[in-house]
């Protein structure tokens, strides 16, 4: 099997500001996020890092579509190298969060558009890939409308089509399914499948287990910014993901407050 | 490529956003409307009536009177010339608008010819009926010869006042022009987190930086110059002093004074749009905004009013744009000092440019806690 995401040894530590100090109450000054996190996706799979709140997952799937710099260690993505060939990375990959939004003003045609210059994709492929993702997402229908007076269910399937709009090899996708309703939760599954079909390599964060079980082919369970298990969910957990969860948890950091 | 599609996004946004365009354009129609509604009621709608010595000529009284009857509504009293000195201490005390005397062979209707005009630019009477002959004069079209006699210096009232408010009032309505579009793009889109969304894709970061101060820069320049062309055509109502005024000045003086407004704007484009880069929410930005403002505002009044600022101020940026119109203004024609200034402005912009692609760049603004 081809790695084409591979981690080594990823670092990162965040100065805190003195406001953030505050709301969690501590005295400590700095922040290790994620702590030499290594491990290995494949090509043509979903790969999901499972992992409580806090425990490093936004940091280090930023770090992996080059958002933000590691101050140790470090990954490649299709054999590029996020510290030194970020570039070359970015148009590699399709990056999704709910952080990154899309501006209500414009139609989904013109963000479709306007992000395939953004990624030096050419006019005639742009068009082909616009004419056949609109139509196989079903965005066709209110390509003209603005994105501000789409539903809820709508503005994802546009945000997921226009992350793609660079045919990338990997999706990268920090917290599918938060914070949406089951129809607008399916509609992104079903479209991560539909990825997965069509070839994509997939990596994406979660603190669901019902997701990972559902979706992921294999799963790195995240804990304090290090790996603490690694392998297809039969490997890793024989069928019971929540429990083998539960006894990781334990055995690093002793007994569940 | 890339920069281009950055650039036709701004553009886009701004011109199919009608409320936008509104926002931006009202200001100048509002000021020459409110100034003009202003300007007439202070001065009266009642036509005036000058009174004129004049060694007159009748054809030329008769063509005048033509003229001057179709372009308000002023009537001039003629008096004959007898004594000069005279009527010169009547204009100076403002008793009268002027002196006129033609020329030899002095013909409005078929050829041309002198007349010595004698006024007083500090009287708004007399300046008033200078302007309207000239422009009857003007209007006839034929090759006169317009001997001017000033009774005080020429940059009196109007002018001076002119001078010292007009640039100030061009600073502050290019602050608010750049404002209301550059908070909104940059502070508004890092707010809502569409910044980021570009942020990772593969475009360089000084072309993300260069796509907002371009066509921010050029945006802006549109309601600046609206809210200019608004105040600059109501103010001489609103003084009383006529358009012909504005005239007075050298093509040259015209060109300085727009290169030097085109050059401000792009600076402060590029400075509020580092602050908002820094700020988390427009509300932060526009508060910060505010403060350089207010801050940009008093340096030049004081410059307006100590006229001691030396050639140094050239260097200092957005106040050495304010300095030279000033000068431009009253009568001057600072043309290296003004050169100068334009380049200070963009050598500037280029170096905010620069510290914004590298802010574009940096974790801790843009994805910091
Ligand atoms: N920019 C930042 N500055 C300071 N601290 C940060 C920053 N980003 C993250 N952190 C801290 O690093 C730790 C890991 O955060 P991260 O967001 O990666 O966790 P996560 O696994 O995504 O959690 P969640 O499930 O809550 O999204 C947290 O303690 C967080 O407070
Ligand atoms: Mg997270």
């Known amino acids: 099997m081809e790695e084409i995401v591979r981690a080594e040894g990823l670092k990162k530590t965040f100065t805190l500001s003195k406001k953030q100090q505050k709301i969690e109450r501590t005295g400590e000054t700095r922040r290790v996020a994620v702590n030499g996190l290594a491990f290995s996706a494949y090509r043509g799979e979903i790969y999901g890092l499972l992992g409580p709140n806090g425990a490093g997952k936004t940091t280090t799937l930023r770090m992996l579509s080059t958002l933000i710099k590691p101050d140790g260690g470090d990954a490649f993505l299709c054999g590029h190298s996020v510290v030194k060939d970020p570039e070359k990375v970015r148009d590699r990959i399709g990056f999704l969060t709910s952080d990154l939004k899309l501006e209500g003003f414009f139609t989904p045609d013109y963000l479709f558009d306007f992000f395939g210059a953004m990624h030096g994709v050419g006019k005639e492929t742009l068009a082909r890939r616009k004419k056949e993702l609109f139509s196989r997402f079903g965005i066709d229908k209110f390509a003209e409308v603005r994105v501000r007076d789409l539903s809820t269910g709508m503005l994802q399937k546009v945000s997921l089509v226009v992350s793609i709009v660079h045919d990338p090899e990997v999706v990268i996708f920090d917290e599918p399914t938060n914070g949406l309703d089951v129809l607008t939760a399916k509609v992104v599954t079903d479209f991560l499948r539909e990825l997965k079909g069509m070839g994509k390599s997939i990596l994406l964060s979660t603190h669901i287990f019902s997701l990972v079980e559902k979706l992921c082919d294999r799963v790195g369970i995240i804990i304090d910014g290090r790996l603490a298990a690694e392998g297809t969910l039969e490997d890793i957990a024989q069928g019971n993901l929540e429990e083998t969860f539960f006894r990781i948890y334990r055995e690093r950091k002793g007994e569940i407050a | 490529m890339k920069l281009a599609a950055l650039m036709r996004k701004e553009f886009h946004r701004f011109f199919h956003d009608p409320r936008l365009v509104v926002t931006m354009l009202l200001p100048g129609l509002l000021i020459f409307l409110l100034y003009s509604v202003m300007g007439s009621a202070m001065n009266g709608k009642d036509g005036k009536n000058y009174r004129v010595y004049c060694d007159g000529t009748p054809p030329l009284v008769t063509a005048l009177v033509e003229e001057l009857a179709k372009k308000s509504d002023d009537t001039v009293e003629w008096l004959p010339l007898e004594d000069e000195e005279a009527a010169r201490a009547e204009v100076k005390a403002k008793k009268a608008a002027a002196v006129l005397k ?47 006699v000033l009774l005080s210096a020429a940059d009196a009232m109007g002018r001076s006042v002119m001078q010292s408010v007009l640039p100030l009032i061009v600073v502050c309505f290019i602050f608010s022009a750049c404002m209301s579009v550059t908070l909104e793009s940059v502070a508004g889109e890092k707010e809502r987190g569409t910044l980021s969304t570009v942020l990772v894709t593969s475009v360089k970061r000084s072309h993300i930086a260069l796509g907002k101060i371009v066509p921010l820069s050029c945006i802006s320049m549109l309601g600046a110059l609206s809210s200019f062309l608004g105040t600059a055509l109501s103010m001489p109502k609103l003084m009383g002093v006529s358009l012909g005024f504005l005239g007075g000045y050298s093509a040259w003086s015209y060109v300085l004074l727009c290169l030097l407004i085109l050059s401000a704007v792009p600076l402060v484009v590029s400075l509020i749009a580092l602050v908002s880069t820094l700020s988390r929410s427009v509300k932060e930005a526009s508060a910060y905004t505010s403060v350089v403002m207010i801050l940009v505002m008093v340096v030049s009044l004081v410059s307006a009013f100590v006229p001691v600022m030396g050639d140094w101020s050239v260097a200092l940026p957005v106040l050495n744009a304010t300095v030279q119109m000033q000068a431009l203004l009253g009568g001057a024609l600072p043309v290296w000092q003004s050169l100068v200034s334009v380049g200070a402005n963009l050598f500037y912009t280029a170096v905010l440019v620069f510290v914004i692609t590298k802010l574009f760049s940096s974790e801790r603004v843009m994805f910091g806690k």
């Open chain 2, 102 to 148: 033609f020329g030899e062979g002095f013909d409005p209707l078929t050829e041309g010819g002198n007349v010595e005009i004698v006024y007083d630019p500090a009287s708004e009477d007399s300046l008033n009926f200078y302007s309207l002959v000239t422009a009857s004069l003007n209007e006839l079209g034929r090759r006169f010869q317009v001997d001017e």
